[in-house]
């Protein structure tokens, strides 16, 4: 039996931010944003958790896998053409978790959020702002049928999709879905790169 894909609920978001929080322990945005290794997860799981709960949710993007057992171990956050941005209302409910999420590294945060809405793509589209898989099911398909699972709409919408790879070595393994490298976003201040990559569609 394939990887299933279904939409996220409210009930699975605790579970999905630690599976994401899992998949982002390594990524040299999230380590630059949160240096401290003991204290990355926990801000991790409250960072996921209010931007699923206070904006992905509502835009009906949100999917994930489970593994074997049934626990959650993949999930993709895309956002709708038109609705990448987040509302004043919900930055305003998801401020308090934001806080207790990056602490004294709030000003960090803000400072990369700025970075990629200061370059993100004015042509409509469907916008991926997260993917990832925990550590036990790496390997396992999960990726892929997330991505294929959002793509194939695209291509069904004739819409195209746009991401920013934290990871230039992920670079090819999004060039298999049709994306290309667009342009880079140096984070201010010393922070990493990341590679811009549009998907037309197919």
Not at 9 to 15: E, I, L, R, Y
Not at 102 to 124: C, D, I, M, Q, T
């Amino acid at each position: 039996m394939g990887v299933v894909v279904r939409p996220v609920t409210g009930s699975d978001v605790s579970a999905l931010s630690c599976a994401l929080a899992e998949a982002f322990d390594d990524d040299p945005l999230t380590r630059w944003m949160l240096p401290d290794d003991a204290k990355r997860p926990a801000g991790l799981r409250r960072l996921f958790g209010v931007e699923i709960r206070h904006h992905h949710l509502a835009g009906g993007g949100a999917e994930l896998t489970e593994g074997p057992d049934g626990t959650i171990v993949g999930g993709a956050l895309w956002d709708p053409p038109g609705r990448w941005k987040q509302r004043p209302l919900s930055a305003l409910l998801s401020l308090p978790a934001t806080v207790l999420a990056l602490g004294g590294r709030l000003r960090v945060g803000a400072g990369v959020s700025r970075a990629l809405e200061s370059v993100h793509p004015e042509e409509p589209h469907w916008y991926l702002a997260t993917i990832g898989t925990a550590g036990s099911a790496r390997g396992g398909g999960h990726g892929k049928a997330l991505l294929l699972s959002r793509l194939s709409r695209c291509d069904a919408e004739y819409a195209p999709a746009y991401l920013e790879s934290s990871k230039e070595e992920n670079i090819p393994y999004y060039e298999r879905f049709g994306f290309e490298v667009t342009g880079e976003i140096v984070i201010p201040n010393g922070g990493p790169t990341l590679w811009q990559m549009w998907r037309r569609p197919r």
